[in-house]
T-cell receptor, first 113, second 113 residues
Framework: EAGVAQSPRYKIIEKRQSVAFWCNPI?????LYWYQQILGQGPKLLIQ????????DSQLPKDRFSAERLKGVDSTLKIQPAKLEDSAVYLC???????????FGPGTRLTVT | GEDVEQSLFLSVREGDSSVINCTYT??????LYWYKQEPGAGLQLLTY?????DMKQDQRLTVLLNKKDKHLSLRIADTQTGDSAIYFC?????????????FGIGTKLQVIP
């Protein structure tokens, strides 16, 4: 069974530029999560989808971050414009149901200079 | 809100036992997780324990849960160099029928050959 796929693996941009990350969850998994993991910290939930609907985006900085999950499968997370403090690893995870073990992708390491 | 606390760093010699500790705040969690993150990778579920259990053993891993003190520990027997990683304690909470997981800051385990 293929795992959670993410791309790109690494991205370096200048502040005020835009960036987009892509996630393909495990086939059939209804719930998809985007986490931000700043160096030396645990993952912090940004947004959670159930199929193609948002169930929790309370910690998403909506003035600069946006995410979508078209057709309830792939998802993209966008930052526009990026700030220095957005430098982090962005992790995507999925679960088969609304709860249970989360399967994580390898993450995208973003560096904002 | 939920809060999960862990120590930052643990160093042990190969062959010794490692004990990683965690405290959590939400006593309504049905279970608690331990995730492992190797360098450059996403998180992977290592083990979990139901909240009605005091102990769970799985090969070299022993999880102890003290609900009264809201304390969770992970013991790794005969620690190997391949166990070097960051270990996250995680507390899932159900909100509106959906799971929201709060991760600790992570304990970096260094195994000295």
């Amino acid at each position: 069974e293929a795992g959670v796929a993410q791309s790109p693996r690494y991205k370096i941009i200048e502040k005020r530029q835009s960036v987009a990350f892509w996630c393909n969850p495990i086939s059939g998994h209804a719930t998809l999560y985007w986490y931000q993991q700043i160096l030396g910290q645990g993952p912090k939930l940004l947004i959670q989808f159930q199929n193609n609907g948002v169930v929790d985006d309370s910690q998403l900085p909506k003035d600069r971050f946006s995410a979508e999950r078209l057709k309830g499968v792939d998802s993209t997370l966008k930052i526009q414009p990026a700030k220095l403090e957005d430098s982090a690893v962005y992790l995507c995870a999925s679960t088969e149901l609304a709860f249970g073990e989360q399967y994580f992708g390898p993450g995208t390491r973003l560096t904002v200079t | 809100g939920e809060d999960v606390e862990q120590s930052l760093f643990l160093s042990v010699r190969e062959g010794d036992s490692s004990v990683i500790n965690c405290t959590y705040t939400d006593s309504s969690s049905t279970y608690l997780y331990w995730y492992k993150q190797e360098p450059g990778a996403g998180l992977q579920l290592l083990t979990y324990i139901f909240s009605n259990m005091d102990m769970k053993q799985d090969q070299r891993l022993t999880v102890l849960l003290n609900k009264k003190d809201k304390h969770l520990s992970l013991r790794i027997a005969d620690t190997q160099t391949g166990d070097s990683a960051i270990y996250f304690c995680a507390e899932p909470a159900l909100s509106g029928g959906y799971q929201k997981v709060t991760f600790g800051i992570g304990t970096k385990l260094q195994v000295i050959p």
